[in-house]
Each structure stands twice: as structure tokens, then as C-alpha cells.
């Protein structure tokens, strides 16, 4: 299994950029296919963006022209650029392996004046 942890998040200006981290623990990581998910206060999780192990990407219309989801496998790590930040882009963040859908602590991100 792979074990992933957050980091990366804090506050920012509308407009602004912040970048995400996922540093997996488990051997297999480059085998997985990677996502991000973020969650809302009072909110379903939804998902954000995806990569294959190959480096192809999906993004919700929300997000696409200003997130980037990219992944180092020499470093198991995956990330997220976030660029042009808006207020609702607030929520807590998370990565996971796809399919398995399994979420850890996430990092919280709030986009406020």
C-alpha cells in the first residue's frame, strides 16, 4: 500500500499561487495512477485533477487553465500548482492512488482577503 502525506497549504490573496505536495511512503507509487481531491466546508469531496503513471492529466472545469497536477516518481511525490486562486478554491486538500480512494489528513487551503 502507499501511504501519502500533504503539505503545502496555507493562506493566500485571491489571485495568488500556492504549491502542493504529496510525498508517498510506499514502494509502489509509480504503478498508481494519482488524484487530488479538495472537500468544502458543508461540501461533498470532489475530485480536482488526475495523472496517470505516464503523465496524462484530467482536471475539473473548475479548475482547468489554472491548476497543474504533475508528479515526480523518482521522488514518490505528486503535485499540485495552484495559480489564480479564488475563494472558493478554499477547501482541505487531498491526494490518493486511484482506484483505491483512501484519504489521509489532507492540508488546508483558504484563499481570503
Known amino acids: 500500500q502507499v501511504q501519502l502525506v500533504e503539505s503545502g497549504g496555507g493562506l493566500v490573496q485571491p489571485g495568488g499561487s500556492l504549491r502542493l505536495s504529496c510525498a508517498a511512503s510506499?514502494?509502489?507509487?509509480?504503478?498508481?495512477?494519482m488524484a487530488w481531491y479538495r472537500q468544502a466546508p458543508g461540501k461533498q469531496r470532489e475530485s480536482v485533477a488526475s495523472?496517470?503513471?505516464?503523465?496524462?492529466?484530467n482536471y475539473a472545469d473548475s479548475v482547468k487553465g489554472r491548476f497543474t497536477i504533475s508528479r515526480d516518481n523518482a521522488k514518490n511525490t505528486v503535485y499540485l500548482q495552484m495559480n489564480s486562486l479564488k475563494p472558493e478554491d478554499t477547501a482541505v486538500y487531498y491526494c490518493?492512488?486511484?482506484?483505491?480512494?483512501?484519504w489521509g489528513q489532507g492540508t488546508q487551503v483558504t484563499v481570503s482577503s
Open positions: 495523472i496517470t503513471r505516464s503523465g496524462g492529466t
Open positions: 490518493t492512488a486511484l482506484p483505491i480512494l483512501s
Open positions: 510506499g514502494s509502489r507509487f509509480s504503478i498508481y495512477a
